[in-house]
């Protein structure tokens, strides 16, 4: 096989830090694919990690990371172009004689763009299951997961080795209620799902939308809350707010639209979420404005010309 003349520099420890847990996960046995022509290995005394070839390595489909922040991919193909890769990835053998990624996949892709044409790997025998925990616990673990990417990870975990949140919850090494906040993101209306995705909305935003039963209300509060940058505590006390109810169709639909326009401009003149609330009869209503401290409340009363009342 052809020698890496990259700057790959072999880690000297078979000893593979992944998170968290992965220990449990990992039985410390040799490396397997030897005979592989794609694999060379280092040396008699670092048995466990081979050089693979970068091309023989294909992605994991259980990955659960959609999005790769190219930035930050970026700089680690720069530190990777100085100083080589200094933690082996993961792969296991195919019976194709090629590799499957098992963990590492931002080492790998960032490995690609340096130009590198092998990369360290620790290579282990283990099942379709085996490898899908993995992969799963191993990138549940790392914070810069995107809460959509957590929540359908969470969730792919609990589909494939059944389970409840609270027995997850051990497993990681995490708060029962983190997690069952995160799942409750998929039950979130798709569009709410795409504004949290595209960064419209925040996790926070979120999970207190995702209190609200109604759909159609989920999906007006995210979108109110994206239009007028609400903060979380703002969007927290729509969400305790009463709902209008549906079934009432009196209200003209240019007289809601006239009713939503002036309260955007009420929140954009007080700094506080307004929100109009038609009610059965022909052209009545609440308008409720939300505060959430002492400051907001004063500056409530200012706005309705009450400032001698403040103490």
Not at 245 to 251: A, I, N, Q, V
Request: glycine residues 8%; aromatic residues 4%.
């Amino acid at each position: 096989m052809k020698q890496n003349t990259g700057p790959t520099k072999p880690a000297t420890s078979p000893v593979i830090r992944l998170g968290r847990g992965l220990g449990a996960l990992i039985p410390a046995k040799g490396p397997q694919g030897a005979k592989n022509p794609a694999v060379s290995a280092l040396s008699a005394s670092s048995t466990k990690v081979a050089e693979i070839a970068i091309d023989a390595i294909r992605p994991n489909p259980n990955q659960p990371r959609r999005e790769f922040d190219e930035a930050a991919l970026a700089e680690l193909s720069n530190s990777i172009r100085v100083n080589g890769v200094l933690q082996p990835i993961m792969v296991r053998p195919l019976p194709d004689g090629r590799y499957e990624l098992v963990a590492g996949e931002r080492r790998w892709r960032a490995s690609q763009r340096a130009g590198l044409k092998t990369i360290p790997a620790t290579v282990r025998e283990m099942s379709d299951a085996e490898s899908l925990e993995i992969a799963l616990v191993e990138n549940l673990q790392r914070q810069d997961l995107g809460p959509l990417e957590r929540a359908e990870g969470y969730q792919r975990y609990l589909d494939q080795f059944g389970g409840t949140p609270e027995q997850l919850a051990v497993r990681l090494s995490e708060n029962r209620t983190t997690i069952v906040n995160y799942l409750r993101l998929l039950r979130l209306p798709h569009e709410v799902r795409a504004m949290l995705a595209g960064q419209q909305i925040t996790m926070g935003h979120a999970r207190a939308i995702a209190g609200l039963s109604d759909p159609q209300r989920q999906l007006a509060v995210a979108k109110m809350a994206a239009r007028r940058s609400l903060s979380v505590r703002q969007v927290e006390s729509l969400c305790r707010e009463p709902s209008s109810d549906p079934s009432s169709d009196r209200t003209p639909t240019g007289a809601v639209r006239h009713m939503e326009s002036v309260a955007d401009q009420l929140s954009r003149a007080i700094g506080l979420p307004v929100q109009v609330i038609t009610g059965k009869r022909k052209n009545a209503g609440r308008v409720i404005v939300s505060y959430g401290s002492i400051e907001d409340f004063d500056r409530i009363a200012q706005a309705f010309g009450a400032d001698s009342l403040i103490g």
